[in-house]
């Protein structure tokens, strides 16, 4: 199975082109370049954001895994790239990163949203049933379910 291009480094130093060889050396840049851990990091943040609390598990497996790869990756890796490619490589992670970490805000800004519309949708559901049966689910205490969702939710919101 070919490795999918990177698509940066097209210059002159070759970078980029269809050659798997070239495509590994650049993948060894990358893990081998020093934003490449908060890269990876900012990586994950984003995934974890919205992946369901099951699906976790799987992350934590991917990534374990993947550090085989990477000494792979590292043992090949020569330090062949020129000057003008090098400062291409910086710039190119140093705004990836940024764009990673941008792109985690407003992940959680929008699962935040949503969150809140299902809240308020369980709070019409609830009023509703009390319309029909005269009979409120948090009788007991006076709280809801949705009352301790509400309150975890507010609580995350004022605490960001």
Partial sequence: MQEPSLGMMQGSGGYGGDGGGENRQLKA???????????LSAHVACLRVATP??????????????HHLLRSYISQQTH??????????????????????????????HVRVHAVEAVMACRDI????????????????????SDDE??????GLWFR
Avoid: W
């Fill in 29 to 39: 840049e990358i893990a081998t370049h020093p934003l490449y851990e908060q890269l």
């Fill in 150 to 155: 509400d309150e975890q939710l507010q609580m």
């Fill in 80 to 109: 062949s790239l020129s000057p003008h490619d090098r400062q291409q490589l910086d710039n190119f992670l140093a705004q990836y990163l940024i764009v990673l970490c941008t792109f985690k805000e407003q992940l959680q800004q």
């Fill in 53 to 66: 609390i099951d699906q976790l598990p799987l992350i934590d497996a991917q990534l374990s895994q993947s």
């Fill in 126 to 145: 609830e009023n509703t049933l009390q319309a029909l049966t005269g009979v409120s689910l948090g009788e007991g205490s006076g709280a809801t379910m």
